[in-house]
């Protein structure tokens, strides 16, 4: 069974608590004004509950819209009613606070898994295909069987209750904790292939589309592990870098 939850009205972005009279902002912030001021809790975790969940995971990825390297994804199974203060979306987190929030998450957890998925599987399949592989991936190495997903805006083919979350990282617990565990995973990835590729400046943008990066890529091309079928990839004059050191 699966079922979709959306946001309250009164938080989409023309509600005028998000957007002053007058005011000329871009989308990107509107758009993080309405995410501050979800509540991050237990709402959605606690519905499962009722309807006989006893196993719940959140479901969460990181990466989709990065140039480089692999999509991640985590599943976290969570004791009833945890409470973690300044959980939320690891996007709007600062690196000290995420991956503090990451050993909290480690401690509290009754299971955590992870999988990544590299650009070469993107490539071939697509990355929201990609994405689902992961998510899914990383329920079924959960060492424990949840019996319902909390997911942020997906839903998987596994024989599982599920709840799609319209913005779920910043409104369940669950999610959140998958959003942290998953983002300090593939940052610290991402630094690790900066050592290897540091003409690309991974440390700092962590293969997303910045200015940085697509001027790295103008100056030396793309490398084997930039995902080629993304656009900024596609139209690049240069040729494929050196290979990844084996």
């Known amino acids: 069974m699966s079922r979709s939850a959306r946001i309250p009205d009164e938080f989409s972005l023309d509600a005028p608590e998000i957007q002053d009279a007058g005011e000329d902002v871009s989308a990107a912030t509107l758009k993080m004004r309405m995410l501050r001021k979800l509540i991050c809790g237990n709402k959605f975790e606690k519905a499962a509950r009722a309807k006989g969940a006893?196993?719940?995971?959140?479901?969460?990825?990181?990466?989709r819209g990065a140039l480089f390297g692999?999509?991640?994804?985590?599943?976290?199974?969570?004791?009833?009613?945890?409470?973690?203060?300044?959980?939320?979306?690891?996007?709007?987190l600062v690196r000290d606070d995420r991956e503090r929030l990451a050993?909290?998450?480690?401690?509290k957890a009754m299971a955590i898994a992870i999988e990544e998925i590299d650009s070469e599987t993107i490539d071939r399949?697509?990355?929201?295909?990609?994405?689902?592989?992961?998510?899914?991936?990383?329920?079924k190495k959960l060492t424990v069987s949840p019996d319902h997903l909390l997911i942020d805006a997906l839903r998987l083919d596994l024989e599982c209750a599920q709840t799609s979350i319209i913005y779920g990282d910043s409104l369940s617990i669950s999610i959140a904790a998958a959003?942290?565990?998953?983002?300090?995973?593939?940052d610290q990835r991402m630094r690790e292939f900066h050592d290897i590729y540091p003409q690309y400046g991974l440390a700092s943008h962590k293969g997303y589309s910045t200015p940085?990066?697509?001027?790295?890529?103008?100056?030396?091309?793309?490398?084997?592990?930039?995902?080629?079928?993304?656009?900024?990839?596609?139209?690049?004059?240069?040729?494929?870098?050196?290979?990844?050191p084996s």
């Open 54 to 63: 006893t196993c719940i995971a959140g479901v969460d990825e990181v990466g």
């Open 70 to 92: 692999p999509v991640v994804a985590a599943a976290v199974v969570l004791p009833p009613d945890t409470r973690i203060r300044g959980l939320r979306d690891s996007k709007q």
């Open 103 to 107: 050993k909290v998450v480690e401690r």
């Open 125 to 139: 399949v697509n990355i929201y295909q990609a994405s689902r592989l992961a998510m899914s991936a990383a329920v």
């Open 179 to 186: 959003s942290v565990i998953a983002k300090v995973y593939r």
């Open 212 to 244: 940085e990066h697509l001027a790295a890529l103008e100056k030396h091309g793309p490398c084997p592990l930039h995902r080629k079928t993304f656009r900024p990839i596609a139209q690049t004059s240069l040729p494929l870098g050196e290979p990844l």
